[in-house]
């Protein structure tokens, strides 16, 4: 099978977003990259470069729907006469805005994010949706755990990794133990479990945190000898990746207990302030750090190390 890595800039604070082209029947994409001219330009280019010309394309498969990755899938399909696309039914982010939904505002003030916050949050990622055009209904099919990519010399099989987002999805060559795993494993930064509503209840949010664990010791048992990756160079060490992960992710856990109030408690909010005093007003990356904090707090509390109390319409934290 072979797989040609293209790197794709967008304009996010990561740099360039890693595009895979399957360069068999059918000729697939694994991500587009963001709707940015110059990334339409360079993924037209460099498919060039590749000996393959856009129009050609069949297949677009998603790793998850952020605008980074999946931004441009219609406008391949379209110069693609129709090119399937795929994504994993939990996805939203070709559907509508991050933050657009009703269900989110209501998560985030429960998490004790002020109104004005919120708004301002809104704003931005009213903003970042622009870089992808939105899916109609019948423009894309769902991706499934444990379904089959065929391709002319094999198959890709389709692995469910929650985490990152609730439909992040990672696809495994068996035959050489090869995976593509999207933003679920990055070789530099230990990816970002992102604020959502739960798929099943919108009025509840997404265990992110415990859903990626899940998900890494999947990707383990595999034993996967390279991964690529959303961002950034090849892994050919999952193990160091896995270890370095798990170890950032309990320090955190500590540092997210022991910045809780003893006798006052605290919210989610409260602690994305004391955990990442750098990123607030900041824009997306307060975002990121409220989505850290929660992620946190709701593992600390599956895990009996705080509890958890409403006061007055938002969700206080205490030490046990
Ligand atoms: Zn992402």
Redesign the pocket.
Known sequence: MKIIPLAIPTPFYIGDVNVYLIKEEPLTLIDVGPKTEEAANVLREKLRASGVALEDIRRIVLT?A?E??CGLAKQVREAAKDAEIFVHNWETGHLFGRLAREEYKNLMLSAGVPLEVFDEIQKIYADVSLLTDKLNEGEFSALEDEMELEFASGSLKVLHTPG??PGSCSFFREANRTLFA??CVLKRIT?NP?FAPDPFDAAKRFKSLAEFLVSLARIRALAPTLIYG?HGEPIFDFDEVFHRYVRAIDERQKDTVDSIEKTSGASAWETAKKLFPEAIGKGVHQFLAISEAVAHLDYAESQGKIAVEIKEGAEIYRKL
């Open positions: 998850h952020h980074d990755h990152h987002t999207g933003d990816p992102m959303g």
